[in-house]
Every structure is written in C-alpha cells, then in structure tokens.
C-alpha cells in the first residue's frame, strides 16, 4: 500500500527533485508533485508525496518540522480534499 503526504512550507526555489532526495532517504518515493498557482505558474509552497506505508511513516516522523533549504517542513499524511461549496 502507498500513502499520500502533505508536505508544507517549502521554499518557492525547491524543485521536485530537491523533495524527492529528502524523502528517498527513508524508502522508495512513487511520485512527487508541487503544487503552482494555476494563474501564475509560480510555486504554492507545499506538494504531496506519495511513497510505500513504512517508508511514509518514518519520513513524515523525520521531516516534520525539520529545516529544508532554510524552512521548517510541515510534513503529515495527506487528508481528503474537503467539498468546496459551489457558487
């Protein structure tokens, strides 16, 4: 089984490669995707990950609030996006 992982406050420079190498050191990373501003293009801060079960869990204990390139990770599993109300 994989999971999915909410990974906050990364620095706008950060590519998915940079995210990748993090996590690669705690088990086998399936994909990674930043997520960009859909008028800009220009980087959100934060993205998910998606690795195997026992690697997720020790990564999100490792790099939860751990520096990356000069910010503090906010790292947890992913949750289910919330309906948004339509208008």
């Given at each position: 089984m994989s999971k999915n992982i909410y990974?906050?406050?990364?620095?706008?420079?950060s590519t998915e490669g940079d995210v990748r190498s993090a996590f690669e050191q705690y088990g086998e990373v399936l994909s990674v995707k930043l997520i960009e501003d859909r008028e800009t293009g220009r980087?959100?801060?934060?993205?998910?990950?998606e690795m195997e079960d026992a690697g997720a869990n020790e990564a999100i204990e490792a790099l939860?609030?751990?520096n990356f390139q000069g910010r503090d990770l906010k790292v947890n599993e992913a949750k289910p996006r919330e309906p948004r109300p339509r208008y």
């Open positions: 990974v906050g406050n990364l620095p706008w420079s980087p959100r801060g934060f993205g998910f990950v939860n609030g751990k």
